[in-house]
């Protein structure tokens, strides 16, 4: 499935829309939209075409089919009283097979428990990918283990990582860190696969509410440490990108507040920090259906009518029916009408961001933060002034701010990579890490316009052996 994220490429739906046709002729859906469907939503025969061919790319690249149908992520009846950080389920051997994996690499899956923003515990699924060589933790002698926080992939049940044929962010981060021998426990974060408690009432997913994401991340490694107690080290680090830098940020000041012990340290990856500075630069399609959605759980009171249109909330109903993730939302956002002039700025989005910033608090803890100068989804400039605030008042705080000149949104993981490789290891070794609230700026060999800017790939499953040949 494509990577790139929603937030990347906006900009290219201001212009007129062209019919978008398959690569591919052996995807396995056949998805239509009813002509109830189109004539509710407004739809042209364009933008209706286009939501036909993403919904089926993306139902193609669903590993297990929906998770609905998937008995892995149906939630035990005696999850509602267990605490934080159980294990519901565990899945010793998933099936690679319907996987787009690196060789050698195996996967489990877990339901765990974890919590809202509020506070209640909430079930939540997530995959464990498992080195062929696992690197060991010399202080305990066993696995060492990368708590993974993935990107943006969507907010409704199908858009769980954990049943994406490359597990989402393939390359990018979670198959490098297989490869070079680490455990990586990835969250899907609460309401993405497991989107119902055990009694059917709805489970939705928080978006952007990175103090809930950062719970996801320190309670799936918990419960994978007590799956595999005689594996897994108690020592970890935290690794997240976008949505999930955010997650990784919050961890940190989670991490001053109720601190985890065997926490080495959290890398964030182009993080979420100020939304309201973010979109005020971005004006980015996708946050006010996708926040507005998860809001009308996590705030009493609210009603997504407060960010969306009448026009809007016809399309996240729709986009909410076909379980759409980010390909259909870029041919779902691209009308105009959708959203409440300066929705950004209501009094519910204010005290959403008041709860879940990042900046200007105390985190414990190394943090090696990551940012490209070229990145159009976190620009640089909102993430500068969130290390600036926390420096300034924490000069103590263990930051290392590194800054990629030309990088762009996902692609700054790919340019990153030696150093945040590097990073990881040392925090296993016991190393020394660099002195509080170091700056560093990283140019690359060649001419920058010599470089390949954006992901134009993604990974397609071999059906037959000449196809890897």
Partial sequence: MALISLLLFWAAFAFAQQAITPQSNTWNSNFSLSR????????????????????????????????????????????????????????????????????????????????????????????????????????????????????????????????????????????????????????????????????????????????????DLFRAVEAAQKAWRDDLSKYFVLMGHSQGGGAAWGAAQRQAKRPVAGFLGTIAGSPVTDLVAQENVTQAANLPFYIGYGLEQTLPGFNVSEFLTAKGVRHLDLFREVGGGQSVALQIDSQDGLFQPEWWLTPYMQAFVNL?????????????????????????????????????AYPGSQIEYAIFEGATHVPVL????????????????????????????????????????????????ATQPYEVA
């Fill in 36 to 215: 109830s469907q189109i004539a509710r939503a407004g739809f042209n025969g364009t933008t209706a075409n286009n939501v036909n061919v993403a919904v089926c790319f993306e139902r193609t690249n669903w590993a297990t089919g929906s998770v609905h149908d998937d008995p892995f992520y149906r939630v035990p009846e005696n999850a509602s009283g267990m605490p934080a950080g159980s294990v519901l389920k565990v899945e010793q051997y998933t099936n690679t097979s319907a996987f787009t994996m690196p060789p050698n690499t195996a996967l489990s899956r877990i339901l765990f428990q974890s919590e809202t923003l509020n506070g209640p515990t909430v079930p939540a699924s997530a995959f464990v990918l498992w080195p062929w060589m696992p690197r060991r933790d010399p202080r305990t002698g066993k696995y060492a283990a990368v708590g993974w926080g993935h990107g943006t992939s969507g907010v409704f049940g199908e858009n769980a990582p954990s049943h994406i044929r490359n597990l989402w962010y393939q390359y990018s981060a979670p198959y490098i860190l297989a490869l070079q021998g680490y455990v990586v426990v990835a969250p899907d974060y609460a309401g993405l696969g497991v989107d119902r408690y055990a009694n059917g009432t709805e489970i939705r997913h928080a978006y952007l509410s990175n103090p809930s994401h950062a719970n």
């Fill in 356 to 392: 879940t910033r990042n900046g200007g608090l105390p985190i414990e803890g190394p943090m090696l933060v990551l940012q490209g100068t070229a990145d159009p989804a976190v620009p640089n400039q909102v993430t500068d002034a969130a290390v600036k605030k926390t420096c300034a």
């Fill in 414 to 461: 790919y340019a990153s990579q030696r150093i945040w490789l590097d990073w990881i290891a040392d925090r296993f070794a016991g190393r020394e890490t660099a002195a509080p609230c170091t700056r560093s700026f990283y140019s690359p060999a060649r001419k920058l316009a010599s470089y390949q800017t954006e992901l134009e790939l993604y990974l397609e499953l």
